[in-house]
T-cell receptor
Framework: AQKVTQAQTEISVVEKEDVTLDCVYE???????LFWYKQPPSGELVFLIR??????QNEISGRYSWNFQKSTSSFNFTITASQVVDSAVYFC??????????FGAGTTVTVRA | KAGVTQTPRYLIKTRGQQVTLSCSPI?????VSWYQQTPGQGLQFLFE???????NKGNFPGRFSGRQFSNSRSEMNVSTLELGDSALYLC??????????????FGEGSRLTVL
């Protein structure tokens, strides 16, 4: 069975600090996809990034970057120079190509001005 | 382009009643998924439809059902409501075809309160 663990329940930072969100996953498949979503107070989940299990290249997209390590089953996400608008709940998710996502419990990020 | 639209946004029901929630996907998207979000259980997959066919179903009782129409719009129904059904119900659409690789685009959800 799939499982996604986000050990951090809440993170509070001051604006312009970096924030790193941890995600550890469990799967028996060799082909899978990992995602990060953001949920602002309005409720909708906003897609941030996607990674497939065959691509461990870490990238940076604007203020977002991620670190995917299959050896440790981790898919961490970093927001650089955080802003107040980054305050939201962030979810890590796993899909084993069966049309559904398994989400972690979420990490609430609060960025203070 | 317009995003995923869910109606109603908020509703209050009493135990034993039934409820129908509606979701209009992004134009051109043929896959619609439903998720339940509660403080205790988090985000849980309900079901996914593609071209009017249910392709996958989560671990929910038969009181939870859904369907998809030829225009890709979807509805989900919960019968004999229980207090524990109080949740935010999120609908998501994607271009997903024969296999799942695409990101999901979520609506703002329908918040159901069961009294």
């Amino acid at each position: 069975a799939q499982k996604v663990t986000q050990a951090q329940t809440e993170i509070s930072v001051v604006e312009k600090e970096d924030v790193t969100l941890d995600c550890v996953y469990e799967t028996r498949d060799t082909t899978y996809y990992l995602f990060w979503y953001k949920q602002p107070p309005s409720g909708e989940l906003v897609f941030l990034i996607r990674r497939n299990s065959f691509d461990e290249q870490n990238e940076i997209s604007g203020r977002y970057s991620w670190n995917f390590q299959k050896s440790t089953s981790s898919f961490n996400f970093t927001i650089t120079a955080s802003q107040v608008v980054d305050s939201a709940v962030y979810f890590c998710a796993l899909s084993e190509d069966n049309y559904k996502l398994s989400f972690g419990a979420g990490t609430t990020v609060t960025v203070r001005a | 382009k317009a995003g995923v639209t869910q109606t109603p946004r908020y509703l209050i029901k009493t135990r034993g009643q039934q409820v129908t929630l509606s979701c209009s996907p992004i134009s051109g998207h043929r896959s619609v998924s439903w998720y339940q979000q509660t403080p205790g259980q988090g985000l849980q997959f309900l079901f996914e439809y593609f071209s009017e066919t249910q392709r996958n179903k989560g671990n929910f009782p038969g009181r939870f059902s859904g369907r998809q129409f030829s225009n890709s719009r979807s509805e989900m129904n919960v019968s004999t409501l229980e207090l524990g059904d109080s949740a935010l119900y999120l609908c998501a659409s994607s271009l997903a075809g024969t296999s799942y690789t695409g990101e999901l685009f979520f609506g703002e959800g329908s918040r159901l309160t069961v009294l």
